[in-house]
């Protein structure tokens, strides 16, 4: 079993930036699709931005140009750097990680609250 753990959410006035860290127990990012995706009360959990093991990333139209994900091998951590963060941007942030190792194996952290005023 693989936990996640994410850090980093809070609130922050609109403009501003945040990173969220999402480190897992084990060594798995390596050869995991790692992905930040959020969901505010009421609504469907939407992808952010994903980054593949070979380094291909993807980002929401939403978010395109101002959040950039990373991942940090040796430290078991990914990132999500957050700029100009609009209110619209507000909702709990999960960091997901999945791979296939004979079956499919995918692990979602607790979440992190990010808050953008207005």
């Known amino acids: 079993q693989v936990q996640l753990v994410e850090s980093g959410g809070g609130l922050v006035q609109a403009g501003g930036s945040l990173r969220l860290s999402c480190t897992a127990s084990?060594?798995?990012?390596?050869?995991?699709?790692v992905g930040w995706y959020r969901q505010v009360p009421g609504k469907q959990r939407e992808m952010v931005a994903t980054l593949t093991r070979d380094g291909v990333t993807n980002y929401a139209d939403s978010v395109r140009g101002r959040f950039t994900i990373s991942r940090d091998n040796a430290k078991n951590t990914v990132y999500l750097q957050m700029n100009s963060l609009k209110p619209e941007d507000t909702a709990v942030y999960y960091c997901?990680?999945?791979?296939?190792?004979?079956?499919?194996?995918?692990?979602w952290g607790q979440g992190t609250q990010v808050t953008v005023s207005s």
């Open positions: 997901n990680a999945n791979f296939r190792a004979g079956t499919t194996f995918d692990y």
């Open positions: 084990r060594s798995i990012f390596s050869i995991a699709t």
